[in-house]
């Protein structure tokens, strides 16, 4: 199960931090991801950590202003959302994928996935 919090309404070039707790699962075995979807839109993702040694992947519309972090002895994953910008409104959904599924290029396919949060950014 992958529980994810954290959402809201923030100003362009705000901040938020989604969290994602994660049971049922080995986590360290894991590898967590974001992804996030405007309705009428695909879903895309946005990151993935291999919770094991920390190594990363970012979109390129949002490396450099998102940071995905783990708390291995708390299940949990974070999504560090700097200078925010409105087309960054979506709903976003934590995932998770066995830690052989992680690549430099991003992690797939998915096993797991959380509910949504919604993040929305406006003035």
């Known amino acids: 199960q992958l529980q994810a919090s954290g959402g809201g309404l923030v100003q362009p070039g705000g901040s938020l931090r989604l969290s994602c707790v994660a049971s049922?699962?080995?986590?360290?075995?894991?590898?967590l991801a974001w992804f996030r979807r405007v309705p009428g839109k695909e879903r895309e993702p946005v990151s993935c950590?291999?919770?094991?040694?920390?190594?990363?992947y970012h979109s390129s519309s949002v490396k450099g202003r998102f940071t995905t972090s783990s708390v291995n002895a708390r299940n949990t994953v974070y999504l560090q959302m700097n200078s925010l910008k409105p087309e960054d409104t979506a709903i976003y959904y934590c995932?998770?994928?066995?830690?052989?599924?992680?690549?430099?290029?991003?992690?797939?396919?998915?096993?797991?996935w959380g509910q949504g949060t919604q993040v929305t950014v406006s003035s």
């Open positions: 049922g699962f080995t986590f360290k075995n894991y590898a």
């Open positions: 950590i291999s919770v094991i040694d920390g190594t990363t």
């Open positions: 995932a998770a994928t066995p830690i052989i599924n992680f690549a430099s290029y991003g992690c797939s396919p998915i096993h797991y």
